[in-house]
């Protein structure tokens, strides 16, 4: 069985007494959670002081983002070396609004995960649709390419471990969520190409994390589908009860 996973990635949000105020609330209320990966990733802002409060916890830190390099003349990115020097242990790469926002391509991406591995961070790597690709019967090309682009190179052993975490973008930040028939669906697929590109052993340890409006009130339903293994949670994560109760879903 594949250990869940709910993380929570809380964007462009947050001041060092939100954060703190935040975090505080949510280790009581997930303290007792022994058989799910709790994972948050605030702004790079607040990243040294949440990693300090998050000692002794279950709860993991992560990043929203990286460069590809450990150090060098890149005015305004933030390295590998540096997350983990503040605790990090996993790294959010791909996000859409990174692609679409940031003009960032799958061959960046592709760097930034191997750039993770060779720091011991663990990549959650996001792949996903727009509306217009959906609509236009796209979703498995556009999946495939994401996955194909991001994932090339990799050695099984490192591959994986790799996160994978779809997000449609006509789901994000909008209220729509795709159906548990949707979701499990992209989900299956992706699985499929993992076993085309990697093997079975590789296709059945990866977990694959469902985002796009998850909350309290769907967070049940798309968990029962076999191929859903935890949830990449945006707007819900940045109130300690919401999360708490995605956390612990049934």
């Given amino acids: 069985m594949r250990r869940p996973i709910v993380a929570g990635n809380w ?11 935040l975090v505080v609330a949510l280790k009581n209320l997930v303290k007792d959670v022994e058989k799910v990966d709790i994972i948050i990733a605030p702004p790079f802002t607040v990243l040294s002081i949440i990693s300090a409060l ?32 503040v605790g990090c242990e996993y790294v959010i790469l791909g996000h859409s609004e990174r692609r679409g926002y940031f003009a960032e391509t ?17 990549p959650i790597m996001c792949i996903g ?9 796209l979703t498995f090309n556009v999946i495939e390419t994401q996955l194909k682009e991001g994932l090339g190179g990799l050695e099984n052993e490192l591959a994986k471990n790799v996160i994978v975490a779809y997000e449609p973008i006509w789901a994000i930040g909008t209220g729509k969520t795709a159906t548990k028939e949707q979701a499990q669906e992209v989900h299956a ?12 052993d590789v296709a059945n340890a990866v977990r694959i994390l469902y985002g796009g409006s998850v909350k309290p009130e769907n967070v049940d339903e798309l968990m029962s589908q076999k191929d859903i293994d935890g949830s990449l949670v945006g707007g819900a994560s940045l109130k300690a ?6 956390v612990k879903f049934q």
């Avoid at 929203?64 to 997350?83: H, I, K, R």
């Avoid at 760097?111 to 663990?122: E, G, P, Q, W």
């Avoid at 649709?129 to 019967?137: I, N, V």
């Avoid at 009860?241 to 995605?246: G, N």
């Fill in 11 to 21: 964007k462009l949000n947050g001041t060092l007494d939100d954060a703190e105020e």
């Fill in 54 to 85: 998050l000692i002794g916890t279950n709860i993991k830190l992560a990043a929203q983002n990286m460069y590809f390099e450990n150090s060098g003349a890149y005015t305004g990115e933030v390295s590998p070396v540096m997350l983990k020097d």
């Fill in 106 to 122: 799958s061959d960046i991406v592709n760097k930034k995960i191997k750039s993770a591995f060779a720091n011991d961070l663990t």
């Fill in 129 to 137: 649709e727009s509306l217009e690709q959906r609509e236009a019967d």
């Fill in 189 to 200: 697929f992706i699985r499929g190409k993992l076993n085309d590109f990697f093997g079975k």
């Fill in 241 to 246: 009860e919401s999360f708490a109760r995605i």
